[in-house]
């Protein structure tokens, strides 16, 4: 990323901050900073999500963290404004799989060579959507048993998903 891209995006950090900060004197009571601070999270993950996408040569693994951070407190910022609670994450867990899931998908969609982003992404992804139908009881306990028995299979594929990447990688 460019120096006057980065500072454009620190200008706009300052006024937002600076802004929220007025307000919050002038009294606006929601401007708290227990329910802004996943927005930070946010403004990290936007960020970093721009860097690695406008860096040549692109930034997988920045574009990973911008997908997780971005997702994740979007996720919070629904508990810490109101809709949801904390104990809610008792059922929202399955969430964080999934979103490290899309977070290696869009790594990957920038490097095609890196086939581990790939595996790790569909991995997650179905070890939410599991996760999911069990914590909704759409699948019972003894079937959840018999699945988690099958977890060394998620080393075996993402050791092949390596294997193939080095393959690839090699040419």
């Avoid at 802004?36 to 920045?62: M, N």
């Avoid at 997702?71 to 969430?95: A, K, Y």
């Avoid at 869009?106 to 139908?133: E, F, P, T």
């Avoid at 306990?141 to 998903?161: F, N, R």
Wanted: aromatic share 12%; hydrophobic share 60%.
């Amino acid at each position: 990323m460019r120096a006057k891209s980065k500072s454009a995006f620190l200008g706009i950090v300052l006024i937002v901050v600076g802004a929220l900060l007025l307000l919050r004197h002038l009294g606006v009571a929601w401007l708290h900073m227990d329910n802004l601070w996943p927005f930070a999270i946010i403004a990290l993950g936007i960020y970093s999500l721009y860097s690695a996408v406008a860096d040549e040569p692109r930034q997988p693994d920045g574009a990973w963290f911008g997908v997780v951070a971005i997702l994740t407190g979007g996720l919070f910022s629904t508990i810490t404004l109101g809709s949801g609670e904390w104990g809610d994450m008792r059922v929202l867990w399955p969430i964080f799989p999934g979103i490290a899931g899309l977070g290696w998908l869009v790594a990957y969609a920038l490097n095609l060579r890196k086939l581990s982003n790939l595996v790790a992404g569909i991995i997650a992804l179905v070890v939410c959507a599991v996760s999911y139908l069990f914590i909704t009881e759409r699948i019972g306990a003894d079937t959840a048993q018999a699945l988690s028995a099958y977890w060394p299979l998620i080393l075996v594929i993402l050791g092949i998903g390596l294997v193939a990447q080095f393959l690839i990688q090699r040419d």
